[in-house]
């Protein structure tokens, strides 16, 4: 897909459970597939990290309104192995979670960047 940042809010926005930039191997696009049906999310890492940027580039309020949703310190530290471009299995390993809780975090972090509309239960 385009790497535009509108590109990628739309598509998560409409219920994309991955996403992934033009230039990957039809290896990468094979792999990526039976992940998302396997229910994991699926992010390139240049656009995780792009997120995160974006995110942690965002001024902060002198005062923070209590509607703000904010990333918890373990939502931070599953962005930040996102962006790093590990899949759910290595960030369960390296965080000491189960897979079932980091994939909760996954979606718990889109929707609340406001990435995605709706969240669709893993299978």
């Keep these: 897909m385009s790497d535009e940042q509108d590109d990628l809010y739309g598509a998560v926005k409409a219920g994309a459970n991955g ?3 033009k230039e990957v191997s039809i290896e990468e696009v094979a792999d990526a597939v039976r992940k998302v049906y396997a229910g994991e999310s699926l992010l390139s890492a240049p656009l995780a990290s792009r997120l995160l940027a974006e995110f942690s ?3 902060k309020p002198l005062e923070e309104p209590s ?3 904010r990333l918890t310190e373990r939502e931070v530290a599953v962005l930040k192995q996102v962006a790093l471009g590990h899949d759910n299995a290595a960030i369960a390993a390296q965080l000491g979670l189960s897979e079932s809780t980091v994939r ?3 979606a718990n972090i889109l929707t609340k960047l406001q990435l995605r509309s709706q969240i669709e239960p893993a299978t």
């Design 19 to 21: 996403y992934l930039l």
């Design 57 to 59: 580039a965002q001024p």
């Design 67 to 69: 509607t703000s949703p």
């Design 104 to 106: 909760n975090h996954v």
